[in-house]
T-cell receptor
Framework: DTGVSQDPRHKITKRGQNVTFRCDPI?????LYWYRQTLGQGPEFLTY????????KSRLLSDRFSAERPKGSFSTLEIQRTEQGDSAMYLCASSLRGYDGELFFGEGSRLTVL | RKEVEQDPGPFNVPEGATVAFNCTYS??????FFWYRQDCRKEPKLLMSVYSSGNEDGRFTAQLNRASQYISLLIRDSKLSDSATYLCVVNSLSMPGGGADGLTFGKGTHLIIQP
């Protein structure tokens, strides 16, 4: 499978715990995005990377959230001290610079915070 | 006013009918526009880009009205498999928080095609 893959697909955790999600983009894509989606809403932008550089982070993003893409390939999104409001689907997407508008999404990592 | 607004629906439409829905955007500097499709519990996928002159892809037609700041999607001869949520996406590079491509997603319009 050469699409975007995310792991784990589902995560249930208790409030206050830390969680980490991994995303493996399409190999030749140099841009990688993280989005969050809750029921009845469209995807909400969190952050994006061009190669290994994190170029933008949403102003709405709490400092409990951190993302890395150390070698410009896979990326991780960590949420520290999770809260119930963090429960959502976390979507990773990748794209090729210059290919206007088409993001290739992974199937997402669903987080449930109890 | 929200950046990208859509009627959430649901739109319940009999199979074979034609259905259309609109999306309005607030930033007049928006440069490009897209429709994404999202099936239940699946990831969004690009359905089609929306060009200034309008464009058609099989049973799907997308239109852009810059003066009124809306885009539309028309589906003809609807199929059961068209049941999904349709996300309007607007690229506004001057809008912070949208990432490299300034892509802002609407909440989506839920379409149900009934047999």
């Amino acid at each position: 499978d050469t699409g975007v893959s995310q792991d784990p697909r589902h995560k249930i955790t208790k409030r206050g715990q830390n969680v980490t999600f991994r995303c493996d983009p399409i190999s030749e894509h140099n841009r990688l995005y993280w989005y969050r989606q809750t029921l009845g809403q469209g995807p909400e932008f969190l952050t994006y990377f061009q190669n290994e550089a994190q170029l933008e982070k949403s102003r709405l993003l709490s400092d409990r959230f951190s993302a890395e893409r150390p070698k410009g390939s896979f990326s991780t999104l960590e949420i520290q001290r999770t809260e119930q409001g963090d429960s959502a689907m976390y979507l990773c997407a990748s794209s090729l610079r210059g290919y206007d508008g088409e993001l290739f999404f992974g199937e997402g990592s669903r987080l449930t915070v109890l | 006013r929200k950046e990208v607004e859509q009627d959430p629906g649901p739109f319940n439409v009999p199979e074979g009918a034609t259905v259309a829905f609109n999306c309005t955007y607030s930033n007049s500097a928006s440069q490009s526009f897209f429709w994404y499709r999202q099936d239940c519990r699946k990831e969004p996928k690009l359905l089609m880009s929306v060009y200034s002159s309008g464009n058609e892809d099989g049973r799907f037609t997308a239109q852009l009205n810059r003066a009124s700041q809306y885009i539309s999607l028309l589906i003809r001869d609807s199929k059961l498999s068209d049941s999904a949520t349709y996300l309007c996406v607007v690229n506004s590079l001057s809008m912070p928080g949208g990432g490299a491509d300034g892509l802002t997603f609407g909440k989506g319009t839920h379409l149900i095609i009934q047999p």
